[in-house]
């Protein structure tokens, strides 16, 4: 993102973050969220380790601290 | 039994082995079930005679007559236990393949007799997906099994893998395996849920998208519509991450119990150690986890001798899963 690969963010909610993201970097808004406010189903979003899609989505809560991380789902086929 | 007819025979039944010494905690257990004892050396060996036993049952593929020819994406083991298939039924078989793969990899295919194209390495499995997808619309008299997409890839685990689990470890309360085409979880997955729906399966994702430099837009983005089908978001409990680092410790602290194994099944076990690590004092639980491969293909990566930090950023380049 602008050449970064990591940096800070403030929001409560994994959504936050990415909509707060989106007003940083207004051209990425539709590689990340849906125009419901959804994740973009090619779109992977962790929180530390953890998928949040599996944590609440979008409304899953962060603290002080987390790391998010942000990546395009792959085909893996090897394992 | 120890007298077979065919190789093919020998797919499946493979063991578990209790690697609780490596568990953070006591009062969780851990089952590693060895996939690598099949014999194209994988789990994907029950993933190719699933699929290529259904193209012959609905006669898109008709064995013993010759010249048929079958292509498939592959960043290795699906290629490899295809390869072995098709040379015992007949068949001929082009594999899609990244160039930046281990080169074992290659050269197990080229025992088996099979053809390699190359795909981009910078395009990752992704690459190889889209590649064989177009070489398959211009030569529709090539069979495309397309493991992906295919029912017979989770088919093969809820018929064989999964009930050999509660077979052996009936007390299992977690099951933990790499997600890839998703068929080991979705099959796995599904038979666990029907039979023993307390048990939580976790899927173990390695961070490909760091390395995999051509997906510069989340529209070259893939989800396996074998997920998709077998409604994944709801069949998992929960999705972790491991990365490189964390894979490469992990394989080698399975080498410290005699088990020597692929690096994806390296990530498959840190994935399991975070799922113990969740697990309360005052409650037992016992994990299995699938221990895809073993290492023998990855030595080139000099994964157990070099130091980790360069076996690290090699990953960053070379596709290790």
Known sequence: MGGESVIAVEGDTVGEVLLRLTTTYPGIKGQLLNDDGTLHRFLNVYVNDDDVRYLGGVQASIANNDEITLLPAVAGGAW | MTRYASVLELIGSTPVVDVSALSPKANVAIWAKLEGRNPAGSVKDRVALSLVEAAERDGRL??????????EPSSGNT????????RLRGYHLKVVLPTNVSPERRQLLEVFGAEIIDSPGNEGS??????????SAENPEWVFLYQYANPANPLAHYNSTAPEIVADVPEITHFVAGLGTSGTLMGVGRFLKEKLPHVQVWAVEPPSGEIVDGLRSLDDGYVPPIFIDNN??????????????????WTRRLSELGLFVGISSGAAMAGAVKCARTIPDDETATIVVIIADDGWKYLSTGAWSDDIDEVVERARTTIYF
Do not use: F, H, M
């Open chain 2, 62 to 71: 008709i064995p013993g007559q010759g010249g048929q020819t079958l292509i």
């Open chain 2, 79 to 86: 290629g490899i236990a295809l390869a072995l298939v098709c």
């Open chain 2, 126 to 135: 992704n690459g190889a997906v889209r590649l064989a997808q177009a070489l």
């Open chain 2, 232 to 249: 994944g978001e709801e069949l998992l409990d929960r999705k972790i991450i491991v990365r490189p680092r964390e894979s490469i410790e």
